[in-house]
């Protein structure tokens, strides 16, 4: 008999795969909500800023054309906010990681990711065939920096999330350094959300040629739907980075967002300050233990109750939430939960008390 066509498919993608938060509107639909408080993905609460929404616009006018491919006048205000190092863009950071490691990797390569957290590393490492071997952080998930040198020495690529996802740790820049000093290899540092922490890296690319800082456009800035994300990279990477790339993956009207949310630093200041005054008051008034965040998020534990069932009750009191038992090395008993808008926030604290 012929073999089903479903077996073709290579065993990586057979199970699992990333997973996606909850829908608000089922949940509104089935506890009677009309809106529920969005907490579980991360997302800045305001609509893009007018700037970019203008630019966007703009930009549709010329989506008969394919958009332009070396990304200058976005690269050029990347490094007037940051400074001139390389820069390399793609359809988020999802899409900046994925040619990363398409660049890297191959079948039966090595890759060290600290953990738990963000899980795209492990699937866009497995998709290539690589091998990924998880290090688990510590007891308060800081990076054991020593063990952490001895697993990645000869790895072509590591992974450190920080602030990380979804601990919300801070790894201290001197232990990136140390790290960098002693690898063979690469690190990717991935800085989703280092606009929330009070830590910079980049510096860093000053001195070590195997350092990545990946960024996104999604969170601090509030594009998560137009896909923009970059990375600062070695100068000699840029090419290599340049030819594994999907041709056009950034798309004309996203960079055009792009570079007019980052024309209005005020939008992504006043979120900043936003964060910064909920994430205190998460901290003080949540009664869990609350883990010390760099991020636009908190992870609480709520043992003895799993993540699953505090997901569900708090689904019930119109706040939807991040269960983190899809992360491996975590345990069972932990949320994660982002920092809305104000009544988003006031929602979940009412909730989170009675809960
Ligand atoms: C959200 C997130 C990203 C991806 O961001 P996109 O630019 O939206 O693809 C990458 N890393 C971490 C840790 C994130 O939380």
């Not at 579980?40 to 305001?46: K, L, R, V």
């Not at 920080?162 to 990136?176: F, K, L, M, Q, R």
Request: hydrophobic fraction near 40%; glycine fraction near 8%.
């Amino acid at each position: 008999m012929k073999p089903s066509p479903r077996s073709l498919v290579r065993s990586c993608f057979q199970n699992g795969g990333y997973v996606f938060a909850g829908k608000a509107e089922d949940i509104a639909a089935r506890y009677g909500f009309s809106e529920v408080a969005r907490l579980a993905s991360n997302e800045n609460p305001s609509p893009p800023s007018e700037a970019a929404q203008a630019a966007a616009a703009r930009a549709i006018l010329s989506c008969n054309r394919y958009p332009g491919t070396t990304h200058g006048e976005l690269i050029k205000k990347l490094q007037e906010i940051n400074g001139s190092y390389p820069v390399v863009a793609g359809a988020g950071m999802d899409g900046v990681i994925e040619t990363v490691v398409r660049s890297l990797i191959a079948c039966g390569d090595r890759v060290v990711v600290s953990s738990p957290t963000f899980s795209f590393y492990g699937l866009a490492v497995g998709a290539q065939g690589g091998i990924i071997d998880y290090l688990p952080r510590g007891s308060s998930y800081e990076v054991d920096t020593e063990s952490f040198i001895t697993a990645a020495r000869d790895a072509k690529l590591s992974f450190i999330c920080s602030p990380n996802n979804p601990t919300g740790t801070v790894t201290a820049p001197e232990d990136i350094a140390c790290i960098l000093e002693n690898i063979n290899g690469i690190l990717f540092l991935d800085n989703a959300y280092v606009e929330f922490s009070d830590v910079d890296y980049l510096h860093l690319l000053d001195q070590y040629d195997n350092l990545i800082i990946g960024r996104t456009m999604s969170k601090v800035y509030g594009l998560a739907g137009f896909r923009v994300g970059y990375a600062f990279v070695p100068e000699w990477f840029r090419p290599c980075y340049i030819r594994a790339e999907t041709p056009f993956a950034l798309n004309a009207v996203s960079e055009a967002a792009a570079i007019g949310a980052l024309s209005d630093r005020s939008y992504a200041d006043r979120y900043i300050s936003h964060v910064t005054e909920w994430r205190k008051r998460f901290r003080e008034e949540i009664p869990y233990p609350v883990a010390p965040s760099g991020a636009n998020f908190v992870m609480i534990d709520l043992a003895p109750r799993t993540g699953k069932e505090a997901m569900d009750a708090l689904a019930r009191m119109g706040v939807l939430v991040r269960s983190c038992e899809s992360f491996p090395g975590l345990g069972e008993t932990f949320i994660r939960v982002s920092i809305g808008a104000d009544w988003e926030c006031e929602r979940f604290l009412s909730a989170i008390v009675s809960l």
